[in-house]
């Protein structure tokens, strides 16, 4: 089957399930999105690419962002990273503060909220102006420089984001945030708020597919060494605390956001981007999930 | 390179780092255990082997052991399992209570101690004589009918196995082992205690790189959807509180034991077992770890 | 008032009451008990003694027996109890296992169930017949010899006793149980199972409101600091997870047990034990506490 | 033993011990204090006061402070508070952020710094100037106008608060902070830094001794039920995780703060504050404690 005719099927099979789910609704701005809504695209490494239902339309990325700041990151920063973050899977919600507690204000890892905090962070320490930077780097990698923060969204996280104060705080009094609480968290509620569609976003990860180079300027973004980890990162701790569950079920590095995205990654051969709103209770995109599953069904395409 | 100059320079590379690592000392058995042993086995799925070191001596494989019980599981009841036991990362300690009571006696995975049990416990309630049968599927795989017990780790693991009572009684008070407590440890107990070396083990498990069929047999063991999945569940919980690193260093789904033995798949081309005695904190063996790293280094093979 | 007409008004008081809460029913020798049960008994250091309603009938006083075992305990050895049990209460539900994973198999107080296990494993390695001793205690405290062992209830409660055995042999992998897990709750799952009313339970703890004296015989049960350090004990962990809320309503020490009954202690003056089967959500009778505020209510009678 | 040659006794005592413990260095203003500063007073209801050594000398009186706002809160609004803050001993470290998302940010207790920030938002919701507000209950109840917040710690405190900050902003995330965390904070940093000696402790809480009443005026502070209820708080809550302990080796109702001082009450007698900088790992003075240990022992007054 060519990959079209697999998106074709996908989206005929996920049909009847169309707006299963919850929509993430902690914000209006994400509340009032249509469950219905559903796209999907893919990228090759050879320079193909397909998409199909709503793949045009723009999104919230929400925690799909952190993989952007984690390559700024890994960038400046390789190695003292893993000495403020780690790298192990979460084994609880991702936003939870307990973790936090037993382990001294060190993050599980960069996935999770605090983990992100603290790569946003170092990029804050990095850049003079730090979500100039992430922009910059996402123009470069979809190519698309009309992507931009959505500033509604931006406002209604920072109104309603007492828990990642919170956080960040508690990290902080461990000194591990080293900028100010609020300008790293304006940072974060911005990268969280990037509006891009599924287009941009399988475009801009296809790097991950391709040993750290971006095909179609053949510029080495991250070492082909940074690459796989940072595949591994979103195998192991991508997909919220639900990672075991999509790794069994899918077999492919993945990274979630609540705004209804997963992006992942066919080592070697393509990346993909879907969006459905609906999430299940782990915060992962359902039928998202599902089309990936039924994609791996169709394609055997899995790493195991 | 070919694979064994591979091995061999791996072998060269870690002479000096022979003896490092803390020997498991729980049990006297393990506790004697010469720290500078190491050995590597290969096996492809085109019929080549290779091997180095004390490949041919036994050694404790102790959690290693919990792939041919979920095997044997998987055999009887594939669904069911996954109502009795998570397969998500633990995110803590493999022999943590604490998990237990806040998820109702529902272990995360088949590989942290209290998921064995569980799957243990179906292998009690499959079979009727559960040692049995679990000695005859590592004859099967391994083709070397002299595996066994060893009866003196057996009786040791039991007279220090107050923690493992105390997680079985656990989960029996939330309903979630169905057999006498005695029965299911003591068959936990020698599934911990089989003696193999490095050729046995990475023979045996070489089904999990040929989609679920041993090569040398064309014996189906498993389906390749399960063979898939033990990977994926070998990726994401096999190496302890470890699994996220591990798989950022060298990204190759693994199941290690305390006894210092590890097992790799690198699925679709062959299974590695490797064996030294000593312990990072982790519990994983640091120069099975190491060797395994220096083995992706050499020859590029990683899921990622 | 008279204290005999204080019992008049509250049995009065609690009429409409009768049957609220929630019988335990682990065990179907406590689940078939009358709900509509409620007995209320008072002895006066000075020789008096009041009662009123089902004051004679047995019932099983299942926690308020760790008092008993406590006194054998310090009697023993008051020193080095401390260093393997806590005086701090708990601060979450009283069969925790979390408590003694974060805290290295210390239980935090005598009146916790892991608690109890360490101090009956003291008992038990102070007499050859623990079972003996203990009712040996209670026979010379209440005056009543027909008191005895319920042998039904301690079966059942040994069949049932899954998450007891699991901590008592979580302490075990800690070193902090020194017998057999099965002897020690054996004579655990006795204690728990003494049959008494509430005139032998007022009577058997009249000592602890008259410093460490009986005051029918002038026998010295244990020093009045002793006696004083116990009324602490019962303040502070007597009532599972609602002491505070115990202290800041009737501000007495009290100890009470799910079979529905509560003993509390005005020092100087009188033991009152209540018995009502229906338990509040925290486990602790929910007419006898509210019996004991009326108490409070009509004598002033607090500590605070 | 009179009261005075008590003192005089208990200061003997301790001058061989003075300088144990470790102050509080978490800010400069705390750190830099003298180790070997003691001080005592007694306030009895009858008038009478004796006191000792440094009992004049001024210190930041830090969480004691918890009692103030807690006495403007209960004459606000008694019931509503134990809707928003339990009355329960906390069961582990005075700033623990576990238990509140175990509880969705309802604080165990008032005198833990999570539910005092409770009670503070409850006072800053019921005074345009909180701050004015306890400042002018302070001077009433110590007749003492000369009292103020030390401008220079609640600086300090506001500069190192960022578990304050993060422990404020996890409430409000639960909706459990009604104001601006930043004014919440402002009020709280402030009265943790009043400065006060032993003779205005003592003078001021003197009130919990008798019945909610003023003995110098007469007036009634709070009703004899809150007093009753404060004093059992106090026992139950008001010496961090050391409530039990204390209740066992002293037996009154107190609270302490980590500027190294302790108020205790003895029902229907006196009030008594005792001042010396040295902590236990507790957090709680260590020859305060003891000061108060010997007056129980010389005195026998205990309240069980």
Not at 208 to 229: C, F, H, W, Y
């Amino acid at each position: 089957m060519l990959y079209q005719q697999v998106l074709q099927q996908i989206f005929k099979d996920i049909q009847p399930l169309l707006g299963q789910g919850k929509v993430a609704d902690y914000i209006p701005a994400l509340a009032k999105i249509d469950p219905s809504k559903f796209g999907m695209s893919i990228h090759t490494v050879s320079g193909e690419k397909f998409s199909i239902g709503d793949a045009k339309e723009n999104f919230s990325i929400q925690s799909i962002s952190k993989i952007y700041t984690l390559v700024l990151a890994m960038a400046q920063d390789n190695v003292s990273i893993w000495d403020r973050v780690g790298r192990e899977p979460s084994g609880s919600k991702f936003n939870s503060l307990v973790q936090l507690e037993y382990e001294s204000g060190i993050p599980r890892n960069p996935f999770i909220n605090a983990g992100a905090h603290v790569i946003t962070d170092i990029v804050n320490s990095s850049y003079d102006s730090p979500k100039s930077a992430i922009l910059s780097l996402v123009h470069k990698l979809s190519q698309n420089l009309t992507i931009n923060y959505d500033q509604q969204v931006a406002s209604s996280e920072q109104e309603t984001g007492n828990r990642n104060y919170a956080m960040c705080y508690f990290m902080k009094s461990f000194g591990n945030i080293k900028n100010d609480v609020y300008k790293v968290l304006d940072t974060y509620f911005h990268q969280c708020a990037l509006a891009m569609n599924c287009i941009d976003l399988s475009k801009s990860l296809l790097f991950l597919a391709n040993e750290g180079v971006m095909p179609s300027t053949g510029e080495n973004i991250i070492s082909k060494k940074n690459s796989d980890r940072l595949n591994a990162l979103m195998l192991t701790c991508g997909m919220y605390d639900a990672v075991g569950d999509f790794a069994y079920r899918i077999g492919l590095p993945a990274k979630s956001g609540v705004g209804g995205g997963i992006v992942a990654i066919v080592p070697g051969e393509m990346s993909i981007a879907v969006w459905s709103p609906g999430l299940s209770t782990s915060g992962n995109s359902l039928l998202g999930t599902k089309a990936l599953e039924l994609f791996v069904n169709y394609t055997g395409k899995t790493i195991f």
